[in-house]
């Protein structure tokens, strides 16, 4: 079992910079990739960015390539989201998820974190 924390969350306004965290205890020897994941309210749970937690092998959506940047500390266990240039269209629960397949499905993760509200005021 893995066990994920976020934190970071908060309200700013657009064009502003903000960092997520999300940390990682249990069996984090399991994990292949970690990933962050974002819910707008009405809206599916949408993929973001990932990261391959060995290689750090990255790849991100297309709405956030540019402004996004995922990393990993594996020494601390704790994965970050750093967003920069943040738009109203970016307000939305952020979750992280980890999971030994790991691309772009919500399915390909078996382990979330609760989430962090982030809102992005125009």
């Known amino acids: 079992q893995v066990r994920l924390v976020e934190s970071g969350g908060g309200l700013l306004q657009a064009g502003g910079s903000l960092r997520l965290s999300c940390a990682a205890s249990g069996r984090t020897n399991s994990i292949y990739a970690m990933a962050w994941f974002r819910q707008a309210p009405g809206k599916e749970r949408a993929f973001v960015t990932r990261?391959?937690?060995?290689?750090?092998?990255?790849y991100y959506a297309d709405s956030v390539k540019g402004r996004f940047t995922i990393s990993r500390d594996k020494a601390k266990n704790t994965m970050y989201l750093q967003m920069n240039s943040l738009k109203p269209e970016d307000t939305a629960v952020y979750y992280c998820?980890?999971?030994?397949?790991?691309?772009?499905?919500?399915?390909?993760?078996?382990?979330w974190g609760q989430g962090t509200q982030v809102t992005v005021s125009s």
């Open positions: 990261i391959t937690w060995n290689g750090g092998s990255t």
């Open positions: 998820a980890a999971g030994k397949l790991g691309v772009t499905s919500p399915n390909e993760y078996d382990f």
